[in-house]
């Protein structure tokens, strides 16, 4: 087959598919935004009044207490029997006291930092206690601090949160 020595131009695109490839890309757009948007937690709007929380019972928070205090007194006796170490001991510590006061109050203290809860202006017995015996031995190198002052800590706070 003999060929042709003409040289023909590449075929150029019409205006009509140009405009429906943008017409495709602003659709695939849009179903990503609509999809992201139906996909996120919806806010929760509370009317004044009606996102008040009643209080426990005098009942549950004696029950919380005695649980927590519990818990406080079983890490305590672990260190001393050196099942575990300092440093560990200090961050059950810090665990159970932030639980014992998100369960007690409603406060998401497990995920706040220390300058969030002095902000909030908290119970200052849990300042304290995070600012001098938790924060050290958990985020500081070195020796950790005695966890039995620790869980006297963690008991007044348990003990004398409001």
Known sequence: MPASDELY??????WGWILLAIGI?????????????STRPKRSIT???????????????????TEYLADVQQIEDAYRAENIDPHKANLELSRVVRSFVNE??????????????????????????????????????????????????????VTTWH
């Open 9 to 14: 131009p590449p075929v150029q695109y019409g």
């Open 25 to 37: 890309l602003v659709l695939l757009g849009l179903a990503a935004w609509l999809l992201i948007r």
């Open 47 to 65: 009317l004044p009044g009606t996102g008040v929380l009643l209080p426990p019972t005098t009942e549950v928070l004696a029950q919380l207490r």
């Open 104 to 157: 007690y109050s409603g406060l998401e203290a497990p995920v706040l930092s220390l300058e969030d809860l002095v902000e909030r202006g908290v119970d200052p017995a849990l300042i304290d206690a995070i600012r001098r015996h938790y924060y050290p031995s958990i985020f500081q190198r070195g020796p950790a601090i005695d966890p039995t002052y620790g869980a006297e800590a963690a008991r007044k706070v």
